[in-house]
């Protein structure tokens, strides 16, 4: 059974960093695609990052772009999100997500962790 648990979240203050981490147990999920998904207060859930097997496929929303930063260390099973620069519409629920399906959208994807929840202050 494949589990993704998110650490990581917490609170900043604008201009600030924050990292999250995605720890996966289960079957070998080193080829796996990865993304991290957001979501607001009262909006749906959005895209932010996706990496693909060993890091030769990685994309970004272009809120984030320059800003995050997506990672993985397969000898660990982790996932990470450098979070910088912070900005106050940066606050949501974060969510870890993945598949061995490399064709699926985020959307699409089969395992999902619980969230951790990221709140940005000014």
């Known amino acids: 059974q494949v589990q993704l648990v998110e650490s990581g979240g917490g609170l900043a203050q604008v201009g600030g960093s924050l990292r999250l981490s995605c720890a996966a147990s289960?079957?070998?999920?080193?080829?796996?695609?990865m993304a991290w998904v957001r979501q607001a207060p009262g909006k749906g859930r959005e895209f932010v990052a996706r990496i693909q097997g060993r890091g030769e496929s990685i994309a970004y929303a272009d809120s984030v772009k320059g800003r995050f930063t997506i990672s993985r260390d397969y000898d660990k099973k982790m996932m990470f999100l450098q979070m910088n620069n912070l900005k106050l519409e940066d606050t949501a629920v974060y969510y870890c997500?993945?598949?061995?399906?490399?064709?699926?959208?985020?959307?699409?994807?089969?395992?999902w962790g619980q969230g951790t929840q990221v709140t940005v202050s000014s």
């Open positions: 289960g079957p070998d999920y080193s080829t796996w695609v």
């Open positions: 997500t993945g598949d061995s399906r490399h064709y699926l959208s985020w959307n699409e994807f089969n395992y």
